[in-house]
């Protein structure tokens, strides 16, 4: 089974990385500013790209036009903490030993190693971040964090955070992350009685105000853009001569695949293209030697099959929300390209990275990101 290559827009981390070690070499009045943007589960469904035709990415193909695209890209593992521990640091995982969900701070290597941020940091610059870039945060290392990774909104009935109740059974039992797709405007529950839309870390969360498309609180990835652009923006007015490394994590097109209904209706349920499913492509693969049915990857998509009269309704239905969820992270995107341009742009550096693999859809019955196959983590 064909897998979703992630060989996606990158004026990748590792230009970071050169631009960090080239750093102390540099008179600071010639050290660049540095943006660097990350998406969560980001495949190369971007037109620029080509993995789906009617992707729509403005911003990150004008992005790619302004610099360069490295088309043969590989993750350093196809799961989102080691993946990101990875790229920040220069450590592979088969070196660090981090290959799983331990926080890399508590890794016997990465712990006494220097991450990108830190390198920075060390060589003069001032260093921001905010949103979802370490998997797990570890905010000293940072001059200024103002937002924590917020996967919301969620669907709240009241008491808990659960599958949107739009959801056909069983899929939406898969629970309020990877059960849940839904436009903004369909308000959980009619947004009644203390259900509806909420936000915020674990723990702290709080109601997402929504009236109307034009009259509701931001989500957390278009808090983090106008979070990114106005503090683009006051660097640019401080003129102190120290130069600037900025990160914007965004969690979309990480599930739940929530977006403004804007972005659902680019994608018409009866015009969608829904990627080819070669019957046996998954014999060489070897999967089923080593997991279970009831293994994430194949129980999901076998759900997805049951919860809807066939299968292809069942895929459309997930493909258009996650087409929308990447056509509205591409509109944040935008918000951080067009602040950075505002300046002169050869005195700013943009960098765009995936570190991770995303659950395509004709994927996500072999394995839900967790492959090493060669398209997987690309």
């Known amino acids: 089974m064909n897998s979703v290559k992630t060989d996606t827009l990158h004026l990748l981390v590792g230009g970071a990385l050169a631009l960090a070690a080239c750093a102390p070499t540099l008179p600071a009045a010639e050290r660049p500013n540095v943006v660097l943007i990350v998406c969560d ?13 009617q992707a729509h990415t403005p911003n990150m193909d004008r992005l790619a036009r302004s610099g360069v695209s ?18 920040l640091t220069g450590i592979y995982p088969h070196s660090s030993g981090n290959f799983f969900f331990q926080p890399w701070f508590e890794n016997p290597v990465l712990q006494n190693s220097r991450t990108l941020m830190e390198h920075f940091r060390a060589n003069g610059y001032r260093v921001v971040g905010s ?3 370490m998997h797990h945060l570890r905010t000293n290392d940072w001059d200024e964090f103002p937002f924590k990774p917020d996967y919301g909104p969620f ?5 808990e955070q659960v599958g949107h109740p739009s959801v056909p059974e069983p899929f939406r039992s898969i629970g309020a992350v990877d059960g849940s797709f839904a436009p903004l405007s369909d308000v959980p529950f009619g947004g009644k009685e203390g259900k509806g839309w909420i936000y915020g870390t674990w723990g702290k969360a709080k109601p997402l105000r929504y009236a109307s498309e034009d009259d509701r609180d931001p ?11 106005q503090r683009i923006g006051q660097f640019a007015r401080e003129k102190d001569g120290q130069p600037f490394f900025l990160a914007v994590g965004f969690i979309r097109p ?8 804007r972005y659902f209706d680019l994608f018409p349920l009866n015009a969608l293209q829904l990627p080819a499913i070669e019957p046996g492509d998954a014999a060489d693969t070897h999967y089923r030697e080593v997991f279970t049915d009831e293994v994430k990857g194949l129980r999901y998509y076998r759900t997805l099959g049951q919860s809807y009269p066939a299968m292809e309704a069942g895929l459309k239905a997930f493909l258009q929300a996650y087409l929308a969820c990447v056509a509205a992270v591409d509109d944040c995107i935008g918000i951080v390209v067009d602040a950075d341009h ?17 659950e395509a859809l004709q994927a996500m019955r072999q394995r839900l990101r967790r492959a090493l196959r060669s398209e997987g983590p690309r």
């Open 254 to 261: 990480h599930t739940p695949l929530y977006a403004p209904k």
């Open 41 to 53: 589960d980001l495949n190369d469904y971007v037109g620029h790209l080509g993995g789906h035709p």
């Open 155 to 159: 669907a709240y009935n009241g008491q």
């Open 342 to 358: 505002e300046r002169d742009p050869h005195e700013w550096h943009n960098l765009a990275g995936v570190p991770e693999h995303v």
């Open 70 to 87: 490295f088309r043969r890209a590989d993750c350093n593992n196809p799961i989102c903490a080691p993946s990101r521990a990875s790229f």
């Open 131 to 133: 949103g979802k870039l």
């Open 219 to 229: 989500t957390p990835d278009e808090r983090n853009a106008q979070w990114a652009a």
